[in-house]
């Protein structure tokens, strides 16, 4: 049994620790707050990001971090990207020198642009070897109540992804390696923002050809900022890529098209953000992904219209007139 220590114990956290869990692995699941610790151990239950799910007794949760990282073989990230910096200053020092670091985050700092893995390379002083990701589309709760799906673990090194492939496989749960960890984070990234447009256009009722016209163009503007960046194109049509951007974008369980639809019903950012205790990525993605793209010359227009409408400079009916008002492009360019 690998010790596997678990950093956040919101939805999807707690949700990989059961996947951990079911796949053999003893967990240590740090949570921020002691009561939601409390309840994981006494009730096997996350009540307030995972209520119904009976957790396996292999996981123990703890809010202290240094207890749960110590001598942990794998150590998993999982709390708000904007928020990964400021805790690892204070966990970086009890992470074992010879653990591999996995992000189960999707997004990318604001200011420095970094991706997570980035992040924690740059704070863990671990080299690319040691820094992974997992990633594809699963949704928190369906993969809690163990309904089937498929997921990327990627490593740079092909032999480390292999290993992550066997820590996190379990009946229900399917990883595929990949070794391209820039292209899966940015599509994991970028879709999140691609859903709070399909979600808008839902909220303002339009139907299914809009919206498959926004993932696929969605889809189009993530493969252009991945070439730019240096990741490989197939991963964009795999897992991470296409995967996750369908799920998320078809999803009444995905925070960010949910987080689009009330924004295109009329919500304001500050009233949906009062709503809801749980993240969604692409609020904030949207700036950094938007500026990413610029300084790699590559046009998202979707990503730079939302990115607009969460800064209250466009409604939503003037980022969807903006898009189809652009002018004509060849589709393959
Ligand atoms: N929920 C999903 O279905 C899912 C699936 C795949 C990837 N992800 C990604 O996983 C990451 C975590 O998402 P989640 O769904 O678990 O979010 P969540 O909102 O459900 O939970 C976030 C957790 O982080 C904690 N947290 C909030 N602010 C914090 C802070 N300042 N310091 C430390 N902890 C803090 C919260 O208490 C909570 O435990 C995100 O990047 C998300 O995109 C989520
Ligand atoms: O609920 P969301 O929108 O954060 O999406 C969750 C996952 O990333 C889907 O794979």
Not at 121 to 127: F, I, K, V, Y
Request: with cysteine; net charge negative; aromatic share 4%.
């Amino acid at each position: 049994m690998a010790k596997t220590a678990v950093l956040g114990a919101g939805s999807w956290g707690t949700a990989f620790s059961l996947v951990l869990a079911d796949a053999g692995n003893d967990v240590h699941l740090w949570g921020r707050r002691k009561e939601v610790c409390d309840a994981i151990n006494q009730t096997r239950e996350n009540p307030e990001y995972l209520p119904g799910i009976l957790l396996p007794e292999t996981i123990k949760a703890s809010h202290d971090p240094a207890v749960v990282l110590a001598d942990a073989e794998f150590v998993v990230l999982a709390v708000p990207s904007q928020q990964l910096r400021a805790n690892l200053r204070d966990w970086a020092r009890h992470i074992p020198h010879d653990a591999v670091v996995v992000s189960l985050m999707k997004g990318v700092e604001l200011g420095t642009h970094l991706r997570m893995s980035e992040v924690i390379a740059e704070l863990t002083g671990a080299g690319p070897e040691r820094v992974a990701v997992v990633t594809g589309p699963n949704l928190a709760r369906e993969i809690a109540q163990r309904e089937p799906a498929a997921a990327v673990v990627a490593c740079v090194d092909e032999g480390v992804a292999q290993r992550l492939q066997a820590w996190c496989h379990t009946p229900a749960f399917r990883p595929y390696t990949n070794t391209d960890v820039v292209g899966c984070e940015l599509a994991g990234t970028t879709k999140n923002v691609i859903a709070l447009a399909v979600g808008v256009a839902d909220g303002l009722g339009y139907g299914d050809n809009a919206k498959a016209s926004v993932i696929t163009r969605g889809l189009a503007e993530t493969a252009r900022l991945g070439l730019a960046m240096g990741a490989d194109p197939m991963t964009m049509m795999g897992l991470a890529g296409m995967g996750d951007l369908v799920a998320t974008c078809s999803s009444p369980l995905s925070r960010n098209r949910t987080f689009g639809e009330k924004l295109g019903r009329g919500m304001t950012v500050d009233e949906i953000v009062a709503s809801t205790r749980q993240v969604a990525e692409g609020v904030k993605s949207s700036d950094s992904v938007s500026e990413l793209a610029r300084l790699h010359g590559v046009d998202m227009p979707i990503v730079e219209q939302v990115a607009a409408l969460i800064r209250g400079e466009a409604t939503p009916k003037e980022l969807v007139s903006m898009l189809v008002s652009r002018s004509p492009k060849p589709e393959i360019r």
